[in-house]
Nanobody
Framework: QVQLVESGGGLVQPGGSLRLSCATK????????IGWFRQAPGKEREGVSC????????YYADSVKGRFTISRANAKNTVYLQMNSLKPEDTAKYYC????????????????WGQGTQVTVSS
């Protein structure tokens, strides 16, 4: 059974950092691409970053490029999203999903999704 569990969210001041974790079960990270998505209140879910299952290539939305870094630890079946220089507009619920992205393309339907973790950037 495929499962994804996010953790690491919280309240942080503007300019601060957080690292989100996505612990996976039921598959290995060389099987599915893993994407991070976010959804702010009243807005559509958007893709933030994707890491390729085949070669670990990484992709980022323009809004987070240079500030966020996606990585994976295959031995731990865990994908991370390091978020630096956080802005109030980064406030959202963040989700990880398997088989929901391909390069710079993000799919908000289909795939396997976690329950999300809230990130709030506020002073």
């Amino acid at each position: 059974q495929v499962q994804l569990v996010e953790s690491g969210g919280g309240l942080v001041q503007p300019g601060g950092s957080l690292r989100l974790s996505c612990a996976t079960k039921g598959f290995t990270l060389d099987y599915y691409n893993i994407g991070w998505f976010r959804q702010a209140p009243g807005k559509e879910r958007e893709g933030v970053s994707c890491i390729s299952s085949s070669d670990g290539s990484t992709y980022y939305a323009d809004s987070v490029k240079g500030r966020f870094t996606i990585s994976r630890a295959n031995a731990k079946n865990t994908v991370y999203l390091q978020m630096n220089s956080l802005k109030p507009e980064d406030t959202a619920k963040y989700y990880c999903a398997a088989d929901a992205c391909s390069g710079s393309y993000y799919y908000t339907s289909g795939g396997y999704w976690g329950q999300g973790t809230q990130v709030t950037v506020s002073s």
